[in-house]
């Protein structure tokens, strides 16, 4: 069982086969992963190869912005949630703290059906299942907005099924970023990828907070702009058709 040579270029004969096999391999092994990342991060001319590369690759870009829009609905909400239940419907710190659970909840609910289903179904439906749960939540969550006096439990209904739908997302999404990455690019796909999805979050977050004034609208737009980016970014991560010879 040789090691994978990418990861063994650089060491000498001795160390990618070792006379006594067993736990050395192991620890060898380390070696070798430790030597490409440190190579990776410490050669910037391969550092800008990598970096040029990845971001040309529409499928990692489309699903690094697919994480982050997810990512950034669920802050978005958390940041968002004290200026909706607490200071706009008057909910008491224990009303409002079950509510935060409950969609905790749906949330981890979201990643189980993920992994009960995740053998049968491909990582890709399973996304677009979970996109369509997420546009179905906002579609009740306007309806929300168009009454005249906000229905609590509809409100809560309507985020509870957008956060179910996240969860389905989240944990895909992150797998699809990184499927067809090469090992020798992880450490910078790591670095671009979190650099994406943290500035979505950072960005809407921070819209949320400007609009405290309406933080019903303001929310509801938020969530909306980011299944925009989701839905966009998941058509464009279209696997491509091979044409026949």
């Known amino acids: 069982d040789d090691l994978d040579p990418v990861l063994t270029t650089n060491l000498p004969d001795d160390l990618t086969n070792p006379p006594n096999g067993g736990g050395r391999k192991v620890k060898f092994n380390e070696m070798a992963n430790r030597t490409v990342v440190f190579e990776a991060l410490l050669n910037p001319h391969m550092s800008e190869r990598q970096i040029a590369r990845l971001l040309r690759n529409r499928v990692f870009v489309g699903y690094s912005l697919i994480g982050g829009?997810?990512?950034?609905?669920?802050?978005?909400?958390?940041?968002?949630?004290?200026?909706?239940?607490?200071?706009d419907l008057g909910f008491s710190a224990v009303g409002y703290g079950a509510v935060q659970g409950g969609l905790a909840l749906c949330y981890v609910l979201g990643v189980v059906l993920n992994g009960l289903v995740s053998a049968h179904v491909s990582p890709r439906r399973i996304l677009m299942i979970g996109m369509l749960l997420t546009i179905a939540g906002l579609a009740l969550l306007w309806t929300v907005l168009a009454a005249?006096?906000?229905?609590?439990?509809?409100?809560?209904?309507?985020?509870?099924?957008?956060?179910?739908?996240?969860?389905?997302?989240?944990?895909?999404?992150?797998?699809?970023?990184?499927?067809?990455?090469?090992?020798?690019?992880?450490?910078?796909?790591?670095?671009?990828?979190?650099?994406?999805?943290?500035s979505l979050v950072a960005a809407m977050s921070a819209l949320v907070v400007l609009g405290h004034a309406a933080p019903l609208w303001g929310l509801a737009a938020i969530l909306t702009t980011c299944a925009l980016i989701i839905a966009t970014c998941f058509a464009l991560t279209r696997p491509q058709r091979s044409v026949p010879a």
């Open 69 to 87: 829009a997810a990512l950034a609905g669920i802050f978005s909400f958390i940041t968002g949630a004290p200026f909706l239940f607490i200071e």
């Open 148 to 198: 005249s006096t906000p229905p609590v439990t509809r409100l809560i209904g309507a985020v509870a099924l957008s956060t179910l739908g996240l969860g389905l997302q989240m944990s895909n999404a992150w797998y699809l970023t990184f499927e067809h990455i090469d090992r020798p690019d992880f450490a910078i796909a790591g670095t671009i990828s979190g650099v994406l999805e943290w």
